[in-house]
């Protein structure tokens, strides 16, 4: 496990802190610190704790102000929290037992550094609420099985990610900092920085799992198993929304030929026609379609690519093998 203690404190604040308006790392090798904006009038910093170092004088209400001092100027604070944590990277061996399913941190825990703790429990959720539904209507039990399947190699390829970052980020060797330092300025100089950040995380696409077929091996490649983009659509009222607001929690085929969105109707499954039933204004989904040389796409309730296809031919197929994924729990239209 990762076993690194940081001192974590909450303070009230009259004002916002306007020096800091957005969560920062300082990567000082003496005492690394974190620093960021919570809700209005409140404010935390996090300072790491060297092992073998004695906390209770840091968490001490006296104490706690001083290294507070340099942050504040004529904000007035009141320390409402100090507590030390300690960071781990751990995850459960299985997370099924035939009734018993383990999610967020029960079955995963994180370091902080990638801002995915609470983000992977919340795929868990979005990811085992479908199929809890689905199969408490009628599915095979072993549907839950996909669970594991998809959410496991995800969380661990984030929590290598948070490992990575915190090593970056707490390291105490002054040459390793000033190393770490000077790649950094010379990564946001050349833009590279922002290239970066666009891919350092891993991509929404599961390998494995309830998919009308395996998905690529190569992540890049997946098409069936990764996750549909969100743009706005605008509805039949005329009002602009995110897709999900459309799509609800149905399974739904998005397509802009009348004859597919037929097909999928016919099979029991609701599809969703560009220029009937939404508008596309900045033509996301047009352009994915075209894109991925398809003529509609089957999402999930969770918005992940079940199956898609180029011809009216496939549809069938697609929803046959649905069919035999959720059994009784086949949507009727």
């Given at each position: 496990?990762?076993?690194?203690?940081?001192?974590?404190?909450?303070?009230?604040?009259?004002?916002?802190?306007?020096?800091?308006?957005?969560?920062?790392?300082?990567?000082?090798?003496?005492?690394?610190?974190?620093?960021?904006?919570?809700?209005?009038?409140?404010?935390?910093?996090?300072?790491?704790?060297?092992?073998?170092?004695?906390?209770?004088?840091?968490?001490?209400?006296?104490?706690?102000?001083?290294?507070?001092?340099?942050?504040?100027?004529?904000?007035?604070?009141?320390?409402?929290?100090?507590?030390?944590?300690?960071?781990?990277?751990?995850?459960?061996?299985?997370?099924?037992?035939?009734?018993?399913?383990?999610?967020?941190?029960?079955?995963?825990?994180?370091?902080?550094?990638?801002?995915?703790?609470?983000?992977?429990?919340?795929?868990?959720?979005?990811?085992?609420?479908?199929?809890?539904?689905?199969?408490?209507?009628?599915?095979?039990?072993?549907?839950?099985?996909?669970?594991?399947?998809?959410?496991?190699?995800?969380?661990?390829?984030?929590?290598?990610?948070?490992?990575?970052?915190?090593?970056?980020?707490?390291t105490s060797n002054?040459?390793?900092?000033?190393?770490?330092?000077?790649?950094?300025?010379?990564?946001?100089?050349?833009?590279?920085?922002?290239?970066?950040?666009?891919?350092?995380?891993?991509?929404?696409?599961?390998?494995?799992?309830?998919?009308?077929?395996?998905?690529?091996?190569?992540?890049?490649?997946?098409?069936?198993?990764?996750?549909?983009?969100?743009?706005?659509?605008?509805?039949?009222?005329?009002?602009?929304?995110?897709?999900?607001?459309?799509?609800?929690?149905?399974?739904?085929?998005?397509?802009?030929?009348?004859?597919?969105?037929?097909?999928?109707?016919?099979?029991?499954?609701?599809?969703?026609?560009?220029?009937?039933?939404?508008?596309?204004?900045?033509?996301?989904?047009?352009?994915?379609?075209?894109?991925?040389?398809?003529?509609?796409?089957?999402?999930?309730?969770?918005?992940?690519?079940?199956?898609?296809?180029?011809?009216?031919?496939?549809?069938?197929p697609a929803t046959?093998?649905?069919?035999?994924?959720?059994?009784?729990?086949?949507?009727?239209?």
């Amino acid at each position: 496990s990762f076993r690194q203690r940081w001192l974590v404190v909450d303070v009230a604040l009259d004002r916002p802190l306007d020096r800091v308006k957005h969560p920062h790392f300082f990567g000082d090798p003496e005492r690394p610190v974190v620093c960021l904006p919570m809700s209005p009038g409140r404010h935390r910093w996090e300072w790491m704790v060297h092992p073998g170092e004695d906390v209770e004088p840091m968490i001490d209400p006296e104490s706690i102000r001083r290294p507070l001092e340099p942050w504040l100027g004529e904000e007035t604070a009141e320390v409402e929290r100090a507590v030390v944590y300690t960071f781990h990277h751990r995850v459960a061996e299985r997370w099924r037992e035939g009734r018993v399913l383990l999610a967020g941190d029960a079955a995963h825990l994180t370091p902080p550094f990638a801002g995915q703790g609470f983000s992977s429990g919340a795929r868990d959720a979005t990811n085992l609420a479908w199929k809890l539904e689905a199969v408490l209507s009628g599915a095979p039990a072993a549907l839950m099985d996909s669970y594991e399947a998809e959410r496991r190699p995800h969380v661990e390829a984030m929590i290598r990610l948070a490992v990575t970052m915190g090593k970056f980020i707490q390291t105490s060797n002054s040459r390793v900092a000033v190393g770490r330092d000077l790649l950094l300025r010379t990564l946001e100089v050349t833009g590279i920085n922002h290239w970066g950040r666009q891919r350092v995380k891993p991509l929404p696409a599961y390998g494995d799992g309830a998919f009308a077929e395996t998905p690529a091996g190569l992540v890049f490649k997946r098409i069936v198993g990764s996750q549909f983009p969100q743009p706005e659509v605008v509805d039949t009222k005329g009002c602009r929304i995110k897709l999900d607001g459309l799509t609800g929690l149905d399974w739904t085929a998005l397509t802009s030929e009348p004859e597919v969105a037929d097909a999928f109707g016919s099979q029991g499954i609701r599809s969703l026609l560009a220029g009937r039933d939404f508008e596309d204004p900045d033509k996301t989904i047009s352009d994915w379609l075209i894109d991925h040389e398809s003529a509609w796409v089957l999402l999930r309730p969770d918005q992940f690519i079940y199956a898609c296809g180029a011809t009216l031919e496939e549809v069938k197929p697609a929803t046959d093998q649905l069919r035999r994924d959720l059994g009784r729990a086949f949507p009727t239209g």
